[in-house]
């Protein structure tokens, strides 16, 4: 069984662990108040609901 000679050195194991978190794109749910999309446990941007009770006051221009 082959096994490393030397220990990949701190620079190498971030490398390799940056590309793995590199590929995964925020995941995009539906606003039940305006149907706009937006991050999941968050307000809402366009409309400043979350779990149903408006926490921001969005201005329209």
């Known amino acids: ?3 490393p000679k030397r220990k990949p050195s701190r620079s ?3 490398m390799r662990r940056a590309y793995n978190s ?4 925020p995941q995009l749910g539906q606003c039940p108040q305006c149907a706009e999309p937006y991050i999941p446990h968050r307000v809402c941007p366009s409309c400043g609901y979350y779990k149903g009770r408006q926490i921001l006051t969005i ?3």
């Not at 590199?22 to 794109?25: G, H, P, T």
Request: hydrophobic share 45%; proline share 0%.
């Open 1 to 3: 069984m082959g096994v």
């Open 12 to 14: 190498r194991q971030r």
């Open 22 to 25: 590199a590929l995964k794109l």
């Open 59 to 61: 201005k329209t221009a």
